[in-house]
């Protein structure tokens, strides 16, 4: 999604869509769990308007550090206050445009995980890192960082995405 839809009625329009084509496809379709990750700003507008049995999850959730209190911050708290039951955490955007490490996603995925939410961990090489025959230690650095931060039984909340970031 990232900021492909910035006006509400075109927001409006693509939740009503997606209801309506998973209304019309659900009963072929028992096993999946499909989830809408919307901009911040609209999560609880898409939450309200998106079919019943599909969920909503966050881009993001910040509060790894204890006690971290700041502006602009939003938290895993916050997101199950608002319906959400997932959140992405690692994409390519926030590690390779924001500078966000293993650890600090891997704090994370700890932090949302006990809080209840789902994670939808994303990992992913660059294309530097692929032609440097790097790709397979960069996602093991990536997935083994968070995995290490997965406690027993959890991994049911936990789905992984593989986005080459070089693609």
Request: charged share 20%; net charge negative.
């Amino acid at each position: 999604w990232k900021c492909a839809l910035e006006a509400v009625p075109d927001i409006d329009a693509l939740v009503k869509r997606l209801s309506e084509r998973w209304s019309a496809n659900a009963a072929a379709l028992p096993e999946v769990e499909l989830c809408i990750f919307p901009p911040y700003v609209f999560l609880d507008r898409v939450r309200q308007q998106l079919h019943d049995d599909l969920c909503v999850g966050s881009q993001n959730a910040w509060d790894a550090a204890p006690g971290f209190n700041s502006t602009g911050v939003v938290t895993a708290n916050m997101l199950r206050a608002v319906g959400c039951q997932w959140v992405l955490l690692g994409h390519s955007d926030r590690r390779n445009t924001l500078g966000e490490s293993n650890a600090l996603i891997a704090e994370k995925v700890a932090k949302c995980l006990h809080h209840g939410l789902g994670v939808n961990l994303t990992i992913g090489e660059t294309r530097e890192a692929r032609e440097a025959g790097e790709a397979i230690p960069t996602l093991l650095g990536q997935l083994g960082a968070a995995a290490a931060r997965v406690p027993p039984g959890a991994w049911g909340r936990v789905a992984v995405a593989y986005e080459p970031v070089w693609a």
